[in-house]
């Protein structure tokens, strides 16, 4: 009995490890489940996958895409994505719970095409190609975008694939529970022998009760039978001992073994339950509920995003030093158009021109491809919207360049309205990181010891006066280079180095752009504003006539004029101004300035 006990339990022990490991091989559970929607019959150009169809089922999602002969996928924050969409019929993808799987509708709208989506400041990634795969995890505030060509319809067949669990927790326990088993059989089997061995009866006695007896050997083959060489040491219960050790120590090397291969992952075991391991003597944390009648989340603020990520403000710098680059080296101004705006194009366009008659001319402010090593992005969703940056040139004995762009509309890019170089002392106010991003500040705020409308105007009459404007006590004069190049002196020195037969006149207005500012941490604000210095030579005697110069002549495209002629410089500069009642002075941190225009006087 007891050896069909152990057999019983061998088998049982190899019954339950061969089902835990078909648990894992033949019973395994999928890996990923998929679902797919097609927008054949529909005509539009967008399809717009929201995070709440990406997220139907938990996990990463690999996303396949066809349909179409060109396929073109990007992602972006939901706002922005249905910014760019604007009024365009597109395809919603949504999630069905109860089915468990996408559907689709149209959004109608006033549009029937869309732009190339292909390399949109907004995006944060962009996919292309035919068929198209890829992976990713969205946030609850991204959604995918999907396009062909902008004007044929968008692609029809898009899948949405997501990992599945495969864990199965009674795997291990039955591995582990079969070779358990298998030790007690074993076990139970040896436990079998030793009995069956200790419990075998003595010889029959003889019919008349006494022994049998047994037939003595003579001495001489006892003493040959007991030799040495006779005796078979195989046979000697010593090493039959040592047989049995050696075949009961196989047992535990294979239990081991099997216990290790069962443990190597936890999907082969039973989760633990919520908070098992926690201290027994741990407390509960309070939790901070609303008081009656008021709702902490509502009484809050709302703070909008900030415009863009840092991975973003880096990859438009990187687009927009590419273009300048190109741009600059052809004197093409429709390509400096693409990528420059306002008093920033102005000066390119200028530059061009002069440069194309005169090789030799200065070229305008370069933008670097360096290192961007400030980014502070506006707190909107909407449109306009704007972005201020510091690039470091990868030469380091060139300052660095302060950017400040522009975005009209979601399908613009961002163009650059304002670039100053730093002055060598510049110390840039501390700033809210780019996660978090800045307001941009109303023009004509009042919470500024200056409101930023009134800077360019109070900073020109100083250039023209120098102390002796009634706006210089409120701005610093140490470190500010633009007034040694442009200010009272070099105004005073020209107008005295010209010859009695002529007159120059010096003034300043500024420019109709707005001040761009945005709010530092410590209240006061970072602000960029443009002004045009102009200066306006006419002959004083009768027959006298005016000659211009250097980029001035190359501009105007004369040589002599007896009428006069008007020059304009376009002065972009950037300040830090301090709050209202602060004793702190505005500081100029940077600016750039070049000739804009030149004419003759009518």
Not at 180 to 208: E, F, K, M, N, Q
């Amino acid at each position: 009995m007891r050896f069909i006990i152990a057999v019983v339990v061998v088998v049982l022990a190899a019954l339950m490890v061969a089902l835990g490991f078909a648990q894992r091989t033949v019973f395994a559970p999928p890996s990923s489940v998929s679902s797919s929607v097609s927008t054949s019959s529909s005509e539009a150009t967008v399809t717009v996958v929201p995070a709440s169809a990406l997220h139907g089922r938990e996990g990463r999602q690999a996303v396949s895409i066809d349909g179409a002969d060109t396929v073109f996928a990007a992602t972006g924050r939901t706002s922005d994505v249905l910014g760019w969409v604007g009024d365009a019929d597109y395809n919603l993808v949504e999630w069905d719970a109860d089915a468990g799987e996408l559907t689709t509708r149209t959004v109608a709208g006033d549009e029937t095409a869309v732009p190339d989506p292909a390399d949109s400041d907004l995006w944060y990634d962009q996919y292309s190609g035919s068929p198209l795969t890829f992976s990713l995890d969205a946030p609850d505030d991204v959604s995918l975008v999907v396009v062909s060509d902008g004007t044929e319809p968008a692609p029809a067949d898009l899948a949405v694939t997501w990992p599945l669990s495969q864990a199965t927790p009674t795997a291990g326990p039955l591995i582990v529970g079969g070779l358990l088993t298998l030790l007690i059989g074993v076990l139970l089997y040896i436990w079998a022998i030793v009995h069956h061995r200790r419990t075998r009866g003595p010889r029959r006695t003889s019919s008349d009760g006494s022994r049998p007896k047994l037939s003595r050997p003579s001495r001489r083959r006892a003493l040959k039978a007991g030799t040495p060489e006779s005796i078979d040491a195989s046979s000697s219960p010593g090493a039959r001992r040592g047989r049995t050790r050696r075949s009961v120590a196989v047992v535990p090397v294979l239990l081991v073994g099997s216990l290790a291969l069962a443990g190597c992952s936890a999907d082969y075991w039973p989760a633990p339950a919520e908070g098992a391991g926690a201290s027994s003597s741990a407390t509960a944390t309070p939790t901070a509920t609303p008081t009656d009648g008021a709702d902490a989340e509502d009484d809050a603020p709302s703070v909008q995003p900030p415009v863009v990520t840092v991975a973003q403000a880096e990859r438009i710098v990187e687009r927009v030093a590419a273009v300048a680059s190109q741009a600059d080296g052809a004197l093409d101004a429709a390509l400096a158009e693409t990528r420059f705006t306002g008093p920033a194009l102005q000066q390119r366009q200028a530059d061009y021109v002069i440069r194309a008659k005169d090789a030799a001319a200065a070229g305008p402010l370069a933008i670097p491809a360096g290192d961007v090593t400030l980014t502070l992005p506006q707190q909107s969703d909407t449109w306009p919207r704007t972005l201020f940056t510091v690039v470091q040139d990868a030469d380091a004995t060139k300052a660095p360049v302060a950017l400040t762009l522009l975005q009209e509309t979601a399908r613009d890019p961002y163009k650059v309205e304002y670039a100053q170089s730093l002055e060598a002392q510049a110390t840039l106010p501390t700033v809210a990181p780019a996660t978090i991003g800045a307001a941009r500040l109303a023009p004509d705020v009042k919470l500024l010891t200056l409101r930023p409308d009134q800077l360019a105007e109070a900073y020109g009459d100083i250039l023209r006066n120098g102390d002796e404007s009634q706006w210089a006590p409120q701005f610093q004069g140490e470190g500010d280079t633009l007034r040694d190049k442009i200010g009272k002196a070099y105004k005073d020195a020209k107008r005295t180095a010209l010859p009695t037969t002529a007159s120059i006149e010096f003034s300043s207005t500024p420019v109709e752009d707005d001040a761009v500012a945005f709010a530092t941490n410590d209240a006061g604000a970072l602000v960029s504003v443009a002004l045009n210095e102009v200066e306006t030579v006419k002959p004083t005697a009768e027959g006298a006539s005016v000659e211009p110069q250097g980029v001035v002549k190359s501009l105007l495209g004369l040589d002599t004029s007896k009428k006069g002629i008007e020059a304009t410089y376009g002065v972009q500069l950037l300040f830090q101004v301090p709050p209202v009642g602060s004793d702190d002075k505005i500081v100029l941190l940077g600016f750039s300035q070049a000739l804009i225009q030149a004419k003759e006087l009518p």
